[in-house]
């Protein structure tokens, strides 16, 4: 017999991954969020950011690009980037205000049609060592480093974000239920129980606590936009192409 | 609401109707949902990411995203020449660069 989860947690956890999430056709689909172009991803900031997501593996997609990534130019390339390679893996890109980078890409790859955890994390610094990328709740292994990058992300020269999508294409392809961002770096216990409980909502950290720089609900029904959660920082996000949510599970 | 994905040779014809349809049913298709699609070749010209540089291909198709009921009410498949449609789990993405920038 299969218990429900609220089975299995008791009555009091939440489950995150109830309800709908938003269904990326892999095409036409992106959100535009609305973050600032200075101050989000600073040198000397720490971050946490989860993601909660059932890919179509097959093509490469772009999860975040905040900046302007792409272009045969490399220096059109600015901000940072956190990209899903058609066989799974996590790349993640990184150039900082004066065109210095950061890139490395995981051994270790997500599962394609079932809901996968990532959870980037980022101490002081903008080095490749300085950022710790878990999939599934177990740390990966970095490959094709590059570390070069020492100052904060300024994108006002080239204002652009978007969820789902780079600023020209490779869009995502499933469905993300959860994209968060908090401003420090998550303990070991908080990654262990956000992997579990699928947000770190779920390793105790209330949207009310202050530590949120972004936190997305995805739980609308097609047609709606994602909106911010309340209590946490407010941007509106654009959904483009026509948005369709689906249950998750 | 629900989408239909048409995949359609890009013939003057075939711009026609379209264009035709989108004035006369303005929510048949939203914003940015009209692409070009071209067929996936192993000579393509890919960039770092495996995104698409150049395509060996010069065929060029329409690609489009329509709300399924708009496009029953406008009848534009009437009028579509030599078109295939997909759905949200189905597109030929395995063959075709779809939505080319």
Redesign the interface.
């Known amino acids: 017999m299969i218990l429900p989860l609220s089975a299995i947690w008791g009555g009091g956890v939440t489950d995150y991954r109830a309800g709908n999430a938003q269904r990326f056709d892999g095409v036409f689909d992106y959100d535009a969020p609305n973050l600032p172009s200075t101050g989000f991803f600073t040198a000397a900031g720490e971050f946490s950011i989860l993601l909660d997501i059932n890919p179509v593996l097959g093509a490469t997609s772009w999860l975040l690009d905040y900046g302007r990534w792409g272009g045969a130019a490399v220096s059109n390339q600015r901000g940072l980037s956190i990209v899903l390679l058609a066989t799974g893996e996590i790349a993640f890109r990184l150039r900082d205000e004066i065109l210095q980078r950061t890139y490395f890409d995981t051994v270790e790859t997500l599962n394609t049609g079932v809901p996968n955890i990532v959870i980037i994390t980022k101490t002081a610094g903008m080095a490749a060592g300085d950022f710790t990328v878990y999939i599934n709740g177990v740390e990966s292994t970095k490959t094709s480093i590059i570390s070069d990058a020492t100052n904060d992300i300024d994108i006002s020269s080239t204002p652009n974000s978007r969820i789902g999508a780079r600023y020209n294409g490779s869009e995502f392809d499933g469905k993300m239920k959860q994209f968060e961002i908090i401003d420090r770096v998550a303990t070991a216990g908080e990654i262990a129980d956000a992997s579990a409980n699928f947000s770190f909502r779920g390793a105790g950290i209330a949207h009310n606590s202050g530590d949120y720089q972004l936190a997305i609900d995805f739980d609308k029904v097609t047609g709606q936009d994602p909106t911010t959660y309340t209590d946490t920082p407010a941007y509106t996000i654009t959904g483009v192409g026509g948005t369709t949510f689906e249950t998750y599970l | 609401?629900e989408?239909t994905?048409i995949l359609a040779p890009h013939t003057a014809h075939n711009y026609a109707v379209v264009l035709q349809a989108v004035a006369g049913f303005p929510d048949l298709i939203?914003?940015?949902?009209v692409?070009r699609a071209t067929p996936k070749s192993a000579l393509d010209v890919l960039?770092d990411?495996?995104?698409l540089?150049v395509a060996e291909s010069n065929e060029q198709y329409i690609?489009v995203?329509a709300?399924t009921a708009e496009l029953e009410q406008s009848g534009l498949l009437a009028y579509v020449q030599d078109y295939q449609l997909f759905n949200?789990d189905n597109?030929p993405?395995?063959t075709f660069w779809?939505?080319?920038?």
């Open positions: 609401m989408y994905y939203s914003n940015r949902q692409g960039d990411e495996s995104g540089l690609y995203k709300d949200i597109q993405k395995s779809l939505n080319v920038q």
